[in-house]
């Protein structure tokens, strides 16, 4: 078992940023693969990045575009979503997931195992 717990979501303007934490606990992370989805209001959900824990090794949605950036610190557990030049578009629930294989982050009808909370992000001027 895997436990997630995100913080960080909040307000912010147009241009603005933010950036999610996720903290695990349960297990060792070795061997995992953890990343973060998103999902707006009457959209479907979508995937934003992931990163291999052991390997450093990361993969972006198409719509990311340098716009966020993904990162772990091994010592506290926890995975972080840098989002910088935020636009309205990215207004939704932020989701932090856990699971042993990419695939499951990459295939939208499959999906990780382990999922945090939710944090919401809204850009609004």
């Known amino acids: 078992q895997v436990q997630l717990v995100e913080s960080g979501g909040g307000s912010v303007q147009p241009g603005g940023s933010l950036r999610l934490s996720c903290a695990a606990s349960?297990?060792?992370?070795?061997?995992?693969?953890m990343g973060w989805f998103r999902q707006a209001p009457g959209k479907d959900r979508e995937f934003v990045a992931v990163l291999n824990w052991s390997r450093g090794s990361i993969y972006y949605g198409d719509f990311v575009k340098g716009r966020f950036t993904i990162s772990r610190d091994s010592a506290k557990n926890t995975v972080y979503l840098q989002m910088n030049s935020l636009r309205p578009d990215d207004t939704a629930v932020y989701y932090c997931a856990a699971d042993s294989s990419p695939t499951k982050f990459l295939v939208p009808s499959l999906g990780p195992t382990y999922w945090g909370q939710g944090t919401q992000v809204t850009v609004s001027s």
């Open positions: 349960g297990r060792t992370l070795s061997g995992y693969f």
